[in-house]
Every structure is written in C-alpha cells, then in structure tokens.
T-cell receptor, first 116, second 115 residues
C-alpha cells in the first residue's frame, strides 16, 4: 500500500524567510510519480510539480525548489524568500506509474502561514 | 484556471437526501477522478473513470456512485446523505495514460453541506 507522510501540520514563517516542507513516502512500486499541490484559502488544488521516480535531479522553478532523495524516500519542497501569497495548505502526493491507474495518494497537508 | 469545471460550487441539503455533482474534464482528457476532502479523512480518492469505464475504485461508500458519459463529463451521485458526508468534493482529469502524463488537474470543487 502507498502512504505519504507530511509530519509538519502547520508552519509559520516571517515573510522573506526560506521554508522547507517535508514529505516522506512509502511504496512497493519501483516506478511511481510524486507530486506537490497547493491549496490556497480559496480552496482549489493547484498543481505544482510532478516527478518521476527515475529522475532524482532536483528541480528549481523561480522561488520554488524540490529535493527528491530516493534513498530516504523523501520529496521535500523549499520556498525561498517566502511571500504572503505563499500562504496555503501544501499537499504531497504519490501515484503509481501504471497506465490506467493514476489515482493519487495524498499526505495530510502542511498549512503554511507567511507572516507579513 | 485548470480547465476542469465542477458544478455546483456549493450545495446545502438535508440528511437522507440525494444529490448529483457534475464534472466537465479538460478538453481531450479521457480520465476523470473523484476525490473527497473532509476534516477527519483528509483528501481521499473515491473513483476513476477512463473513457466511460470505471478504472479504479477507492474508499467510496455504497451510497455513492458515479458514471462517465459519452461526452466524457462525469457525475457523482450521493444518496441517503449523512452529516458526515459534508465535505469538499473534487473532480480531476488527466490526459490519456498512453500519453505518459499523469498529473491531474483539479476543478474548484463542490462544497457539500449536509444539515
């Protein structure tokens, strides 16, 4: 069975600080996908990134970066120079890389509050 | 805008009633997924349809059912509603699995309140 753990329930940082959201996953599959989604106060789920289990390169997109470490089954997300608009709940998710079975298993989310 | 449309956005109904939630996937997406987000259960996968056929089932109650129509829109039917069914219901769609892209794009959700 797949499982995603986001141990940090809530994090608060002052604007412009860097913050890292942790994600640890469990799966028996050798091929899988990892995702991060953002849920702002308005409620929608916004796709941020997808990572294939074969690709352990870190990724940077603007102020966002992701660190995928297969050895520790972690897929952490860092926001650099945080802004108030980053305040949201962030979900890490896992899916099998099985065509026709792409359901997502979500973590419980981390509520990030950026204090102005 | 993800391109996935869910209606209605809000729904308030009484216990014991039946409701239908509707989802229009992104143009060209053949897979539709339904998820439930509740305070106690978090975000949980309910069911997936691919091109009109049920493809995967998660923690979906027997009182709930879904279908995907030939035009690829999907409906989630919730019956004999209980207070605990109050939640945010998301629909998501993704491109054909054969394309190798598996990220799901989510609609804005339907917030169901059972009173």
């Amino acid at each position: 069975a797949q499982k995603v753990t986001q141990a940090q329930t809530e994090i608060s940082v002052v604007e412009k600080e860097d913050v890292t959201l942790d994600c640890v996953y469990e799966t028996r599959d050798t091929t899988y996908y990892l995702f991060w989604y953002k849920q702002p106060p308005s409620g929608e789920l916004v796709f941020l990134i997808r990572r294939n289990s074969f690709d352990e390169q870190n990724e940077i997109s603007g102020r966002y970066s992701w660190n995928f470490q297969k050895s520790t089954s972690s897929f952490n997300f860092t926001i650099t120079a945080s802004q108030v608009v980053d305040s949201a709940v962030y979900f890490c998710a896992l899916s099998e890389a099985d065509f026709g079975n792409e359901k997502l298993t979500f973590g419980t989310g981390t509520r990030l509050t950026i204090i102005p | 805008d993800s391109g996935v449309t869910q209606t209605p956005k809000h729904l308030i109904t009484a216990t014991g009633q039946r409701v239908t939630l509707r989802c229009s996937p992104r143009s060209g997406d053949l897979s539709v997924y339904w998820y439930q987000q509740s305070l106690d259960q978090g975000l949980q996968f309910l069911i997936q349809y691919y091109n009109g056929e049920e493809r995967a089932k998660g923690n979906i109650l027997e009182r709930f059912s879904a279908q995907q129509f030939p035009d690829l829109h999907s409906e989630l039917n919730l019956s004999s509603l209980e207070l605990g069914d109050s939640a945010l219901y998301f629909c998501a769609s993704s491109v054909s699995p054969q394309e190798g892209e598996t990220e799901a794009f989510f609609g804005q959700g339907t917030r169901l309140t059972v009173v």
